[in-house]
């Protein structure tokens, strides 16, 4: 498996970097794809590509997940044996305004992935899924264990759906899946439309951060060194199919089929208003907070159980709020030159 280059799709996104960079430096050589939309402002995505780019082992391809013949080009060039598909249309607010991109990129790009991944001889595709597949669940902490059949925005659902469609894939062809369900990672080189991200922009411009439910939300914060950390562990660990899997009493993480789900989450919930006020030491300026009311597709609290993961690769992610938000500080005061 070592020898072919390992493709990682969203290469120019915010985990698809950190995973990228984190493969080359263990010897790795790694083809990434990225559209560069504008989804956020593309200086971020080209500085991150910049700084792939200049390491040996890194080839880059300005593609579109849907497009399908370009896609399907790819795949056959390289045949690669890992892939980690983390390119998706991302955010929940935006799924409110813009519904198509998410099929576009969610759906028929993943379906383009699977193909490509059937058809090239992978031993193991690892996809990004998310928290917000939990939806409407309010047993805490979510469990990979628990059904997850009430998603309440069209992302979550898009999400669900890759879920599925990995499973009929690894049940069809045998082709090793394993979902990720990423709890609001944060980090150096963060997205734009993300929390941390936000609330720093406007704690330093002076405007008005804008908190939901007036500020009683909790977010299982994890840091994206952590996230990697178990991403690169998980690639050489492609899942078996579980021979006691019982459909009568159907385990909802795993299958007779090669295909499991995890959870990558802190397992340690931060309130937001404590969050506010680690940014607010870090740069030095109180927040002004303007409480609102509860947003459609939006949840109280997020809360991960990492049993499986730890059990697993013997990991699970644990880096303080405190030393995750101080490294993410000084990255945002030197590339916006604070």
Same mark, same amino acid.
């Given at each position: ?5 390992v493709l990682v799709t969203g290469a120019a996104g915010f985990i698809g970097f950190h995973v ?74 935006y799924s409110l305004e813009n519904p198509h991109a998410y099929v576009d990129a969610n759906l ?126 998980? /690639? ?101 030159? /604070?």
């Amino acid at each position: 498996m070592a020898d072919n280059p390992v493709l990682v799709t969203g290469a120019a996104g915010f985990i698809g970097f950190h995973v990228a960079q984190r493969l080359l430096a263990e010897g790795r050589q790694v083809v990434g794809i990225d559209s560069l939309n504008n989804y956020y402002d593309p200086k971020l995505k080209e500085a991150r590509l910049a700084m792939l780019s200049s390491q040996p082992g890194f080839s880059f391809h300005r593609l579109d997940l849907a497009d399908r013949t370009a896609m399907k080009a790819l795949f056959g060039e390289h045949r690669f044996p890992a892939v980690v598909h983390l390119a998706a249309q991302a955010g929940v607010r935006y799924s409110l305004e813009n519904p198509h991109a998410y099929v576009d990129a969610n759906l028929a790009g993943f379906i383009n992935v699977l193909e490509g991944c059937r058809h090239n001889g992978c031993e193991h595709l690892l996809f990004a899924s998310s928290s917000s597949v939990y939806g409407a669940n309010t047993k805490l902490p979510f469990s990979v264990k628990d059904n997850v059949d009430h998603p309440i925005s069209l992302y979550a659902a898009t999400k669900k759906a890759n879920e599925l469609m990995a499973h009929s894939y690894s049940h069809l062809y045998q082709l090793p899946t394993t979902g990720l369900r990423f709890f609001t990672v944060y980090g150096p080189w963060g997205r734009p439309d993300m929390a941390m991200f936000i609330f720093t922009k406007a704690i330093l411009a002076g405007q008005p951060v804008r908190l939901f439910n007036h500020g009683r939300m909790r977010r299982d914060f994890t840091y994206v060194d952590d996230v990697v950390q178990a991403v690169v562990r998980l /690639i050489g660990r492609p899942p078996q199919g579980n021979p006691g899997w019982d459909g009568n009493r159907p385990d909802p993480a795993t299958s007779r089929a090669p295909w499991t789900v995890y959870n990558i989450g802190n397992n340690h919930p931060e309130d937001l208003m404590h969050v506010i006020s680690l940014l607010e030491k870090e740069f030095g300026r109180a927040a002004i907070k303007q409480m609102l009311p509860m947003q459609p597709g939006d949840v109280e609290a997020t809360y991960a159980d990492v049993t499986d993961l730890e059990r697993d690769i013997g990991f699970k992610p644990a880096t303080p709020i405190e030393n995750g938000i101080a490294r993410f500080a000084k990255w945002y005061r030197d590339y916006h030159r /604070i």
